[in-house]
């Protein structure tokens, strides 16, 4: 279940970065509903949707891997009403945050109540699509000001 948390804090850009795994501009290349179950103790029984995702640019990744380490395989739940993002168009860039899981083989999570929002409270989609972001939000991620955490 995911709960609202005070917006000005918990859901402000830099938070979310630093309390991710791993941000990246990533285009989705493909989306299948799976509904076999994964990871028992993450998707509890729940149908999810697994995206082939291409990383553009790696913004932050868990410390023991390089950006060109991130797997391209990323799991939602289906259902928005527990945080899921099933709504990803193939062929769109988004800014995407999320858990990264070092299992075998490894894979990345992502879930609507952590994604990096517009600094403009209230303005744009979560996730982001990439194009939409502000000219200060890509700055700020290009120019590393997310990072000190």
């Not at 989306?31 to 076999?36: A, I």
């Not at 179950?37 to 553009?56: E, K, S, T």
């Not at 209230?122 to 972001?133: A, E, K, M, R, T």
Request: glycine share 4%; aromatic share 10%; net charge negative.
């Amino acid at each position: 279940m995911c709960v609202a948390v005070d917006a000005a804090s918990a859901n402000h850009p830099k938070y979310v970065f630093c309390s991710s795994d791993w941000v990246s501009r990533a285009k989705v290349l493909n989306k299948v509903v799976v509904n076999e179950n994964l990871d028992p103790d993450f998707f509890a029984g729940q149908p999810h949707v697994r995206y082939a995702i291409g990383h553009i640019q790696a913004y932050r990744t868990p410390l023991f891997l390089n950006a060109t380490d991130l797997p391209n395989i990323a799991f939602t739940y289906e259902s928005m009403e527990t945080c899921g993002i099933p709504i990803l168009e193939i062929g769109t860039e988004y800014l995407l945050s999320g858990n990264h899981i070092a299992s075998e083989p490894a894979y990345l999570t992502i879930n609507a109540c952590n994604q990096i929002s517009s600094e403009v409270y209230g303005i744009g989609s979560v996730p982001q699509i990439y194009q939409d972001l502000s000219l200060t939000q890509k700055l700020k991620l290009e120019l590393k000001e997310y990072e000190v955490c």
